[in-house]
């Protein structure tokens, strides 16, 4: 089992920003992917972004330019830089590994993310 554990979220301003980290340790061995997703008060769970074991990346269209996953693969680490904060960005951040072997497919226990002046 690949548990993701994140850590790095807090109160930062309109325009700041925050780097979010997610540790699994395993994921590397095991070819999990990682997903970043986030939820907002009274709003549905949104994928966000993606990394996978080979590098890909996804993001969606609302932090495209904005956030920046990257990995690093001795640590078993995956970070989010997120840039240029907005208010709506608002939520509470989670990690997931997922990916072909039973190892992934695990959450994490999320890290809260306020933008506010």
């Known amino acids: 089992q690949v548990q993701p554990v994140e850590s790095g979220g807090g109160l930062v301003q309109p325009g700041g920003s925050l780097r979010l980290s997610c540790t699994a340790p395993?994921?590397?061995?095991?070819?999990?992917?990682f997903e970043w997703h986030r939820q907002a008060a009274g709003k549905q769970r949104e994928l966000i972004s993606f990394i996978g074991p080979d590098g890909s990346t996804y993001y969606t269209s609302s932090v495209k330019g904005r956030f920046i996953v990257s990995k690093d693969k001795a640590a078993d680490t995956v970070y989010l830089q997120m840039n240029s904060l907005k208010p709506e960005d608002t939520a509470t951040y989670s990690c997931?590994?997922?990916?072909?072997?039973?190892?992934?497919?695990?959450w994490g226990q999320g890290t809260q993310v306020t933008v506010s002046s």
């Open positions: 997931k590994t997922s990916g072909p072997s039973s190892a992934c497919g695990y």
């Open positions: 395993g994921s590397t061995s095991y070819r999990c992917l």
